[in-house]
């Protein structure tokens, strides 16, 4: 037996986003779907980026549903919105 994490599949979990206002509205439309409970669910890719754009990372995550989500302060000079995304399993490719 290996001790450690490994690449690959990892069990469920939570994974916690932020983001400016209006960035992705097909990813907005989706969290706005989690209380109706009909098809929230969803094979969910996160590409983490470098510098110039390209993708370094990506996390492939199963049956995810968003679980929280808070909107921006409507006080604060940045608007950041912050997603809680459920999930059965993670993919690190």
């Given at each position: 037996m290996i001790g450690g994490r490994q690449p690959g599949v990892q069990p469920s979990g939570e994974l916690t986003l932020s983001?400016?206002?209006g960035q992705g509205e097909a990813f907005a439309d989706w969290v706005k779907t989690r209380p109706?409970?009909?098809e929230p669910r969803a094979?969910?890719?996160v590409a983490?980026?470098?510098?110039?754009g390209s993708a370094v990372r990506r996390l492939r995550?199963?049956?995810g549903s968003a679980s929280?989500?808070?909107g921006a302060d409507p006080n604060a000079s940045n608007?950041?919105?912050t997603v809680t995304?459920?999930?059965d399993e993670i993919n690190v490719e």
């Open positions: 983001e400016s206002l109706n409970a009909d094979t969910v890719t983490m980026l470098d510098s110039s995550l199963t049956n929280t989500w808070t608007e950041i919105e995304i459920a999930y």
